[in-house]
């Protein structure tokens, strides 16, 4: 496949994203071709761990290629984006727990579906142009692939903070909020590489990491604290409204931009997520919203306003001040018979 390279080189299984001119956005089909890779290389001795790359200078994998998802919901055909998440949080979970290293060397911007694949393995390296986020309330969506997972394990209220105001995370904040383990400058990442494909050493990552340049985010956490930690969207929002301060000021006005539904149905997932340790059982949550979001949510919409028209002018159904609660209950219903499976298949 053009788009994807996956090969084994040496003692390791490889993975290279091969799209730059499109920001390495991931398709469906580039997802079930890592999966596949993952199933093959599980039991294959001679992989002794997996290294994941991308070709180009401004993205890792910026996100997935959401243009036949807006069309088929355009279409009311809601199968197709039901069965796209579904196959590709399998392929996220399988990621997180596979048994050998895997490593990640992500450049540039890492969002979304990127997060999904090289947020989930053992070494997770960021350099200095790399910028991480989850962008997703942005275009009605929650963040997904595993994402909430991450967020709901950073320190204090980031998560909450991060998800809601989808702010960037450069190296330093990227290992402070659990999306990155290593800061290795970017130089020297052919030359480690080549050495991890001919060794299939991982420790070699250990010896490579330098200490991080200092993050953004990290000094603002004591105000994300005293600001996110509210149970509902409209806690955070007069917690911020009653703060007379810069950052509150910021975080406001970031929060106007997103979908209400899509922000209160994230901090919800957050919390639910955060007294487990199972990657699935984040998945999980994640699929009961991303499995009604264009038939009930903000995504249709969403889209069109930041990617199809690009007005940047969404009517989203609730406003930050109104969100009902149960329009997050509903949202995040069991899905019955239609629950997410992680068996293929299925």
């Not at 910028?131 to 909430?148: K, N, T, Y």
């Not at 990617?307 to 219903?333: C, F, G, Y």
């Amino acid at each position: 496949m053009s788009d994807i390279s996956i090969r084994k080189a040496g003692k390791t299984g490889r993975i290279t994203f091969t799209r730059p001119k499109a920001l390495n956005a991931m398709s469906y089909e580039m997802c079930i071709a890592i999966e596949d890779a993952l199933d093959a290389w599980e039991n294959d001795d001679d992989v002794k761990m997996i290294v994941i790359d991308a070709e180009g200078e401004k993205a890792f994998c910026a996100g997935g290629d959401i243009a036949d998802l807006y069309n088929t919901g355009r279409a009311k055909d809601y199968a197709y984006g039901q069965k796209f998440w579904a196959d590709e949080y399998r392929m996220n979970a399988k990621m997180f727990e596979f048994g050998k290293p895997v490593a990640s060397f992500m450049q540039g911007f890492t969002m979304g579906g990127g997060v999904g694949v090289g947020c989930h393995g053992s070494h997770r390296v960021v350099g200095e142009s790399s910028q991480i986020a989850m962008p997703e309330c942005g275009i009605g969506l929650v963040p997904d692939v595993g994402g909430s997972y991450i967020l709901a394990h950073a320190p204090g209220r980031m998560g909450e903070y991060l998800g809601l105001t989808a702010a960037r995370l450069n190296a330093g904040d990227a290992i402070t909020a659990g999306f990155a383990d290593y800061y290795i400058p970017e130089s020297k990442w052919p030359a480690l590489i080549g050495n991890l494909e001919e060794t299939g050493d991982w420790t070699l990552i250990d010896a490579a990491a330098t200490e991080a340049p200092e993050g953004q985010v990290g000094p603002m956490l004591e105000e994300i604290n005293s600001t996110f930690g509210g149970e509902s969207l409209v806690d955070i929002v007069n917690a911020l409204k009653a703060q007379d301060s810069a950052f509150a000021q910021d975080a406001l006005k970031k929060l106007s931009r997103n979908s209400p539904l899509a922000m209160g149905c994230a901090l919800e997932i957050i919390h639910r997520v955060r007294s487990t340790k199972d990657i699935r059982a984040a998945l999980e949550q994640e699929y009961r919203f991303t499995y009604r979001a264009m038939e009930h949510g903000d995504f249709l919409e969403g889209i069109r306003a930041q990617i199809i028209d690009k007005d940047r002018n969404p009517q989203w159904q609730h406003s930050l001040e109104t969100l009902p609660a149960v329009a997050v209950s509903q949202m995040l219903m069991p899905l019955g018979d239609a629950k997410l499976s992680f068996e293929k298949g299925e």
